[in-house]
């Protein structure tokens, strides 16, 4: 994608191709946008003011997921819990528990959603291994032994 601009008639879209990689465009009665606000901020574009200004107020935050597969549902065993989500005052801010699968021998579960910036910038910054050691380690405050439940994880940092 190269612009969007409006023309007598619709709208015209100036892409690259990607199967030769030369300019082309395209002309249409109207067009349905889906490119993320970050990045459509930056394109040449022909908006409204203030169209072009709600598309600058748009900010993203660093968010970041990380899900860890666990030996056992402790979570099930130790605390009757069967689906749900435990709030905390943490940086993980949240730990969502399965609501489905349950009594399986082992299971997966999210260890932390974290969308507030300051947050998400810090756990943005670290490698994979230091998100899932750090979220480990606040799980560890909330439910004591579940580092020893931990056999895997992965995370995802948006930013």
Known sequence: MKEIRKS?????IVHQSAS???????????????IPAPVLVNLPNDFSKDVQKAVESV???SAVKIALETRRRFWEDDYAVYGGISWTDHDITQIWCPAQGHHRPNGVLLGAYIWDEKPGVRYSAMTPRERLNAAIAEGEQIHPGYAEEITAGVSRAWS
């Open 8 to 12: 007598p008639d619709g709208v015209r």
């Open 20 to 34: 030769d990689g030369k300019t082309k465009k395209t002309h249409a009665d109207f067009a349905i946008c889906s």
């Open 59 to 61: 900010k993203f935050v």
